[in-house]
């Protein structure tokens, strides 16, 4: 398992890169409730891009994107240079 961020993280099978999303939240009654996702891609790339294309999207205005593209900026290094060792 490699963790992107604290909703996102890679894993992998035999045929697949798999980008999980996992969200704890509350609901209308206080009930703690999870929401999970998957996305199967044939590559890391593929992956690397849906996450980038996912988590840009809940930038609430674009102070906050910003934020978002420099943290993914330097994950994404970090991740390549793990993978390149």
Known sequence: MIKLDEKYYLTADNNN?????????????????IKEDKWYCSTLKGCLKKYYNEATKRAKNVVELGFILKRLEDRIEVLQNTLEK
Request: glycine residues 6%.
């Open 17 to 33: 890169w798999i980008l999980n999303f996992r969200e704890r939240y509350k609901n209308d009654k206080g009930e703690t409730k």
